[in-house]
């Protein structure tokens, strides 16, 4: 999961060896936090979050392989 977005994000933004990603476990669920520049977070959320949408939906498809629910945060 956190390679799935690091590699969406770096795609993004302008600069890419900015991008982070913080995973953190529960029993039942998944959090990402997802740290850009601060000049990319406009790129990261879109218009009307529209991105960041798109982002969490691709990820949380991807959780149904390992049967958690997964929550992803955009920080600057």
Do not use: C, F
Request: glycine share 4%.
């Amino acid at each position: 999961m956190k390679d799935l977005l690091e590699v969406i994000a770096k795609a993004l933004v302008d600069r890419p060896d900015e991008v982070e990603v913080i995973e953190s476990n529960s029993e039942d669920a998944l959090r990402l936090e997802l740290k850009v520049a601060p000049e990319d977070v406009g790129k990261v959320i879109g218009k009307q979050g529209r991105i960041a949408r798109a982002i969490r939906t691709l990820v949380k498809a991807n959780a149904l392989k390992i049967n958690k629910k997964v929550y992803v945060d955009i920080n600057q």
